[in-house]
């Protein structure tokens, strides 16, 4: 009888064997990155040839509407399927209750008619959440000083109708409080937008990550009680993620959002384990930040960190990316094929 092999030992095993050459290597790759994989946020404010820089996010601008659409175009030449929009809302049209947001001539609302109106291939995701119509600068009403869920939730339901009936793709309820994907999937059904998606923020925790988003919508320096803990989940936390997305699945969401990104690729994995439901990982402002600031300061490769990062949301599960580098990465993945 001839001696078995060793299959499983030096020399017999050579795993560098398949990393020998380009061709080899992209045979053997186990995760897939596309243009198509990515949504890109972008921020919208009030007049026109506006298009101004948010100093805590090197390259990324709020865009009038006249600009925003030229976005939307490069959107679509860059083959990314999904744009999502966040206003930054006068300070003279914030209150208490936030209810500029259910307005339904407000800014997101305009911007969304005129998007689907020039570029009706081009996914349109809304943002559902007070936090940059509230004077206080929290996601929900405020009552002695905490955010009142259920007065919240209808607010909440009334902002969805009004960005649904502009012709909104996806929403997007960002809010955290609790119930507020079955009562929206409920509005969208007795008013027949049976095709509208939820995408819900259902993991979504009290970051650090956050604050330069926050300067770009202009709602961090109005932040009442400054932090968002009593409804944003605490990093500690990793079971109650999974309860919280096995809840909004139960109510209608059509997929999960997990956020902040990078500090929870587990958390992304444990989901799109435990669930054969779509999850999205959010790569937030202050991810970005810190990866354009390193490479500003020529520390890091731009390029070479960015598109690692993308790739380690896929490797972890994702079923796609919210990215500000959506348009770099994607000009870099068409210019790679």
Known sequence: MSPQPLTGKYPFNRPRRTRASGWSR???GETRLSEKDLIWPLFVREGSGISEAIPSMPGVRRHSLDKLLKEAEKACSLGIPAIALFPQVESDLKDDEGSEGYNEGNLVCRSVRQLKKEFPDLGVICDVALD???????????????VHNDQTV???????????DAGCDILAPSDMMDGRIGQIRSMLENLGHHNTQIMAY???????????????????????????KTYQ?????????????????EEGADSVIVKPGMPCLDIIRMISSEFS???????????????MAAADKGWLDRDAVMMESLLAFKRA?????????????????KDTL
């Open 277 to 291: 439901h779509p999850v999205f990982a959010y790569q937030v402002s202050g991810e970005y930040a810190m990866l």
């Open 26 to 28: 992209d045979l053997h």
């Open 317 to 333: 599960g994702a079923t796609g990316i919210w990215t500000y580098f959506a348009p770099a990465a994607a000009k870099i993945l």
């Open 233 to 249: 989940m605490d990093p500690a936390n990793s079971l109650e993620a999974l309860r919280e997305v096995a809840m909004d699945i």
């Open 154 to 164: 209808e607010a909440l339901v009334r902002q969805a109708a009004v960005q649904v």
């Open 132 to 146: 940059p119509y509230t004077s206080h600068g929290q996601d929900g009403i405020l009552i002695d000083d905490y």
């Open 202 to 228: 259902s993991a979504k925790y009290a970051s650090a990550f956050y604050g330069p988003f926050r300067d770009a919508v202009g709602s961090g320096g109005n932040l009442k009680g400054g932090n968002k």
